[in-house]
Each structure stands twice: as structure tokens, then as C-alpha cells.
């Protein structure tokens, strides 16, 4: 398992951006799948965004397709997700997750699959 701290939500207005950062312990980061999870209150926690440890293969939502960008830095051991066009529905605690993968291009959308887990970060956006 790898240790990963979630940093960058805060409150934002309707239409404004973030970009969240996820930081792995892992030296063999560059070999794990990466997702973005997002749990609202009183809601399951649902699949944002996912990328390949190779970086060629991402996945995202339906409902932030074409708003959020998810990447990767394996030289610093971080995923990024750039949030723009932000919703109040976007309101969420945000999770990184990972996942040790043999395939570059490997990438899941199921949370049951990553075994290790940030502490969330609060995104709260106002209408």
C-alpha cells in the first residue's frame, strides 16, 4: 500500500476552478493506477476521474467530462485533477486512491479495486 495526502479544495463560487493534488509515498508511484473518488453528504462515493500509471489512459465521469482533467507527475509522485466550470452539485469530499498495476495502461472506475486511500479533501462550491 502507498500513503496519499489530498491537498487543494476549499470554497469556491459557481464557474471557478481548482486543482487538487495528491501526493504518494510510494517510490514505485509510477507503477500505480490513480483515481479520484467523491463522496457528497448523505451520498455513496462515486468515480470522478481514473489514469493509467503509464499516463496514456483516462477515464472520467459523465458528469465532469469535458470540465475536469486529471494528470500525472510520476518525477514527484503526485496526480493532479484540474476542476474548471465547477457546480454546486461538484460539492464533495475528494478521495485519491491507488492501485499496483503490471500494465501501463491499466485504470479502474470501481473503488472496490484500490487499496489504498487519502483522507479526503473538501471541495465546496456556491451557487
Known amino acids: 500500500q502507498v500513503q496519499l495526502v489530498e491537498s487543494g479544495g476549499g470554497l469556491v463560487q459557481a464557474g471557478g476552478s481548482l486543482r487538487l493534488s495528491c501526493a504518494a509515498s510510494?517510490?514505485?508511484?509510477?507503477?500505480?493506477?490513480m483515481g479520484w473518488f467523491r463522496q457528497a453528504p448523505g451520498k455513496e462515493r462515486e468515480f470522478v476521474a481514473a489514469?493509467?500509471?503509464?499516463?496514456?489512459?483516462?477515464n472520467y465521469a459523465d458528469s465532469v467530462k469535458g470540465r475536469f482533467t486529471i494528470s500525472r507527475d510520476n518525477a514527484k509522485n503526485t496526480v493532479y485533477l484540474q476542476m474548471s466550470s465547477l457546480k454546486p452539485e461538484d460539492t464533495a469530499v475528494y478521495f485519491c486512491?491507488?492501485?499496483?498495476?503490471?500494465?501501463?495502461?491499466?485504470?479502474?472506475?470501481?473503488?472496490?479495486?484500490?487499496?489504498?486511500w487519502g483522507q479526503g479533501t473538501q471541495v465546496t462550491v456556491s451557487s
Open positions: 486512491a491507488a492501485v499496483l498495476s503490471s500494465s501501463a495502461s491499466y485504470y479502474s472506475r470501481w473503488a472496490r479495486v484500490y487499496d489504498s
Open positions: 510510494a517510490p514505485t508511484f509510477r507503477h500505480y493506477a
Open positions: 489514469i493509467s500509471w503509464g499516463g496514456s489512459s483516462l
